[in-house]
């Protein structure tokens, strides 16, 4: 038996270690599950462009290409379902001229890509506050989610006006109405209702979250719906991330053992 668990840890880290000794990024590695759910805090923009004495905004401009090759490259693994953490409740703390960057560049976004992403068999979701919205952007949310609703190869779930806190309460509002005017009773409220009050209704919990630019924080992004995802933080700059990143996150994943608070598979 313990020969045999040995044989597994070394095959679970064996390719990974020779890819990286070779100085190639390791891939997904075959016949080992796939995520079904990846989320990205999409960070380093700023200091990408700063890095190259350029304006914040061209890194945030890079980060949109950077969203787009992250999208193919999602198709191209096989992941069904991908979270990008577009902007957060808290980032209305930027100068205003950064935030009216960020939502025109999010507004460039759909009106550049939506048609594409439909094409592409993409559907989209938008997680996050829409009340105090701007209307028009308001208007181009709806119009990506109407629009790609029936699509089934990729769901692109944008987290946009975003916080999890926010969304927890808002949940907490819903169901407090609900019990307050004889709805719902108090027991009712378990695991899958909460869940099914929040945003992300229909969509399951991340497995895998990603940072970029080396901060390792979560930064109030899918508080409740990451209690077992695991994290994979990574040096580079969003701008700067790509399939073989991609890939290479998904293959750390998969060298991790995840016990949702049982017992080692390997223990002999
Ligand atoms: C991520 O890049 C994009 C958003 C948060 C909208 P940042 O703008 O946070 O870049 P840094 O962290 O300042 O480098
Ligand atoms: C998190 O990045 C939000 C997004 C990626 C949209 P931030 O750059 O805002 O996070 P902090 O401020 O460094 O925690
Ligand atoms: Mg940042």
Do not use: C
């Amino acid at each position: 038996m313990a020969g045999e668990s040995e044989t597994v840890t070394l095959l679970g880290t064996g390719p990974a270690e020779t890819a990286q000794a070779a100085g190639k990024a390791a891939g997904p590695v075959p016949g080992a599950p796939l995520p079904t759910h990846v989320a990205i805090i999409m960070d380093g923009n700023g200091r990408w462009a700063a890095r190259r004495g350029l304006p914040r905004v061209e890194g945030h401009r890079r980060g949109v290409e950077a969203v787009r090759r992250t999208v193919r490259a999602a198709i191209d693994l096989g992941i069904p379902y991908l979270t990008v953490y577009g902007f957060s409740s808290e980032n209305w703390r930027r100068p205003p001229a950064e935030v009216a960057d960020l939502m025109g560049l999010l507004k460039l976004f759909v009106r550049r890509d939506l048609a594409e992403l439909h094409a592409n068999g993409v559907r989209v979701r938008i997680i996050g506050e829409r009340e105090g919205l701007a209307p028009d952007i308001a208007a181009l949310l709806r119009e990506a989610e109407e629009r790609t609703a029936h699509n089934t190869r990729l769901t692109l779930v944008v987290a946009f006006n975003y916080g999890g806190r926010q969304e927890i309460l808002r949940a907490v509002r819903t169901l407090a109405a609900a019990v307050a005017d004889g709805r719902l009773g108090p027991d009712a409220i378990g695991v899958e209702a909460f869940s099914a009050a929040l945003d992300t209704d229909g969509i399951p919990d991340p497995d895998l979250v990603i940072r970029t630019s080396g901060e390792q924080r979560v930064s109030n992004f899918l508080t409740w719906q990451t209690a077992y995802a695991e994290f994979v933080f990574i040096p580079d700059f969003w701008p700067d991330f790509d399939h073989a990143t991609f890939a290479a996150a998904i293959g750390e994943y998969q060298s991790r053992e995840r016990r949702f608070g049982g017992l080692s598979a390997r223990a002999g």
